[in-house]
DNA sequence: AGGCGTATTTGCGCTGAAGCAAACTGCAGG
DNA sequence: CCTGCAGTTTGCTTCAGCGCAAATACGCCT
């Protein structure tokens, strides 16, 4: 049954290389579980008990405000660790995981992670450098919503997705899992109403063909050349 | 001389309860150095060389956008880390750091990492504490960005000034290092005209005190209020 | 095939904050 | 003391994008 897990495990960027004695001690401690779609693999605030890695599926990764608005922080694809409060010297996550479609995901309890850092150096570096990049990016996303329009917003959110969960089709590219305009509304602080129009403007425009809950980009030149249009100064 | 350095750093959150020995090695790769008013101490993708302890003063972290626009990440204060990409395995510099008053900063070269990581372990995790400080942060900017109103985000930027570089006067609790209406805009993505209106609505308000580079909170609670006023549903 | 709930599209009016322009003020340097 | 400049204030205009509302369209379930 580890067998299969190994596999999957040493495909990843970031294990790879890892003697399979390694693999094997960071595979003992670890428990695979299935989230159908929709499912909470855990919640914003409550306690941090355990780190995963997604082995298969997407998630959405959502912060809610005391306020109560949403925001969609990230989706997570195969192969991310997530929930990974531990690294930090957190004790609670800071935001929820939910499962986008139905998910496969490896979990550790908390208590393996000292073990598995000490005894396997490249596992904590690569925590650490995702850590660093969700940061990089996070910061990204912050220049991004206090300098651009909302098109721009919108274009480049769109364009994470497809480069970094596209699926080839016959059409363009598509995003691999279902996604509402209010999810993207989520994303880039905006409404859903907005998104709509966009989306439907760059139909006309030739650059995306959409539906309900998908959305197909056929030409990513375009779109990008719209992401980059500066505010008129 | 290091004696001046070792009691500065001992009474540094982080460093609390560490041994004299593990000063000594901490301190021993170390140099320090003063950085005059403005003196950019790293720039924006340039080589990441060295990692940094600011011992006095405060620095502003900025990052440039392609297209021109700036952004004031954060400000460090008395006792931080910064400038440590190589904690998160990078080798260029994601922003710029300006003095914004006299500072005088510790400094190791980057080779010094992984030998003060693993012989003083606390280090290391202190570091890695600071990065999810930081992320924790910035996701919560971009919560801000996405869902508050101008006043609030500027309400919530002023606080946080206040909060973690703030000095207690006759009048108020003072923003400790010169600060103009621009800079603030170039922490909320907006501009400075609009700044400037809403700190005079506030000094009207008799909430705020400010003049030229510089801003005192008289009455922080009903800032508070102000930047938890919730956009109308 | 029909019905239903959820997702999407689209029109319209309003307004917060940006853009533009101009006047004002405090501080540093001569 | 005077001058100049960087920083600040304030009025007016404009418009991107939100709130509101209503009409469709799609897919699933029976």
Redesign the pocket.
């Known amino acids: 049954m580890p067998t299969l897990d190994r596999s999957l495990i040493a495909g990843l960027s970031g294990f790879a290389g890892l003697s399979g004695e390694a693999l094997d001690l960071i595979l003992s401690s670890a428990r695979s579980a299935r989230y159908p779609k929709d499912a909470e693999i855990f919640s914003q605030d409550g306690e941090a008990t355990s780190f995963f890695l997604l082995l298969s599926g997407h998630i959405r990764v959502v912060r809610t405000t005391p306020a109560g608005d949403q925001l969609i922080a990230r989706y997570i694809n195969e192969g991310e660790l997530f929930g990974i409060a531990i690294a930090m010297g957190r004790t609670t996550y800071p935001a929820s995981a939910v499962a986008a479609v139905d998910c496969v995901a490896l979990s550790w309890p908390n208590g393996a992670w000292a073990d598995l850092q000490s005894r396997v150096p490249a596992f904590g570096a690569s925590a650490y450098q995702t850590i660093g990049t969700r940061l990089q990016e996070t910061q990204s996303r912050v220049m991004e919503m206090s300098t651009q329009?909302?098109?721009q917003r919108i274009a480049s959110a769109v364009l994470r997705l497809v480069n970094q969960s596209g699926r080839k089709t016959a059409e363009g590219i598509e995003i691999d899992f279902p996604i509402?305009?209010?999810d993207i509304a989520e994303m880039t602080?905006?409404?859903?109403?907005?998104v709509?129009?966009l989306?439907?403007a760059w139909e006309d425009a030739g650059i995306v063909k959409?539906?309900?809950?998908k959305v197909t980009v056929t030409d990513p030149h375009a779109l990008m050349l719209v992401s980059e249009n500066r505010?008129r100064?």
Chains 1, 2 share one sequence.
């Open positions: 329009q909302v098109e509402t305009r209010q602080g905006t409404t859903l109403h907005t709509s129009r989306l439907s959409s539906g309900r809950q505010r100064k």
